[in-house]
């Protein structure tokens, strides 16, 4: 998935239109973006979209934002929207595997419930959101056949340390967000797992988005979380390995197979080492998804 856009669970019109946003999944939101008063009719009508959306042609994932373990609400969204059959749900502040195997039984009952077939729902997790799961996100490897992404916030963080600012005046993040992303980052290597970069809230500033989406591609983030649909097109754009990159792993992977026990191939005048055809490997099997 290269573009995760949230959409308020509860606006029948936003959601409506994020059908045909271009984007690879959408983030059914009834975590931050519902006041505690609006949560019940968010699940309501979270799971009418839902129910509306499953049969249409060619549309996006559909993956809910729940609410956290600790908050006491999560047991409440997941027996409202599970009848909707969700691709997949979005766990906040999670803080390492234990939290993933938590919501793995959840689900894993309340698909018996509603006949669904076991392990049908995948997680994704927001690593990062409180400082506790910093010390956690080694955890997430062997979890749970679930979990098909880690992605990482810098919001929840922020207010949690008590910090004036996650970036500096030229919009790059500070010190202990930059931790927090690579901490992502590695904790979604060390799980066999893609990394999806965090959310870039100037979402008027394309040519900031962009410059944050290279930068998250060029360190091994495969995708992007966006906050309006307008950021989808810039977020698919960086995040669609160009012909010529498919080209280049294709031959990498081709030259190897030819010659099969050899530890370094040479492919005009340069030499591709194992690591380059784990690369090119990782790059055309997402091609394939």
Avoid at 56 to 66: C, F, G, I, S
Avoid at 170 to 178: I, W
Avoid at 215 to 239: C, M, S, W, Y
Wanted: hydrophobic share 45%; glycine share 10%; proline share 4%.
């Amino acid at each position: 998935m290269r573009s995760l856009l949230f959409i308020p669970g509860d606006s029948p019109r936003k959601l409506d239109k994020g059908l045909t946003s271009g984007a690879d999944a959408l983030l059914l939101d009834l975590e931050d973006s519902i006041a505690p008063e609006g949560k019940a009719a968010a699940r309501g009508t979270t799971l009418a979209f839902l129910r509306e959306a499953q049969p249409v042609a060619q549309r996006p994932r559909l993956y809910v934002r729940v609410n956290g373990i600790e908050t006491g609400l999560i047991d409440a969204d997941l027996g409202a929207v599970m009848a909707g059959k969700p691709d997949g749900i979005l766990l906040p502040k999670a803080e390492g595997g234990a939290s993933v195997i938590h919501l793995d039984a959840k689900l894993t009952a309340r698909e018996a419930i509603h006949g669904l077939a076991d392990g049908s729902t995948a997680i994704v997790a927001l690593a990062t959101e409180t400082a506790k799961a910093m010390f956690h996100a080694g955890t997430y490897a062997g979890a749970s056949r679930r979990l098909t992404g880690l992605t990482w916030g810098a919001e929840d963080l922020s207010a949690e340390l008590g910090a004036e600012a996650n970036r500096d005046a030229a919009g790059n993040f500070l010190d202990p967000y930059r931790l927090a992303r690579a901490l992502c980052l590695f904790a979604a290597a060390a799980a066999q797992v893609p990394a999806i970069d965090t959310v870039y809230v100037d979402f008027r500033n394309e040519t900031g988005l962009r410059r944050e989406c290279e930068e998250a591609r060029r360190d091994g983030f495969t995708g992007k979380l966006a906050i309006h649909p307008a950021q989808v097109p810039t977020i698919n754009e960086v995040f669609t390995p160009t012909a010529a990159a498919v080209a280049q792993a294709q031959a990498i992977v081709d030259a190897f197979a030819a010659t099969a026990g050899t530890g370094v191939v040479g492919i005009g005048g340069v030499m591709y080492d194992r690591p380059h055809l784990a690369k090119a490997q990782q790059l055309l099997a997402r091609m394939k998804k």
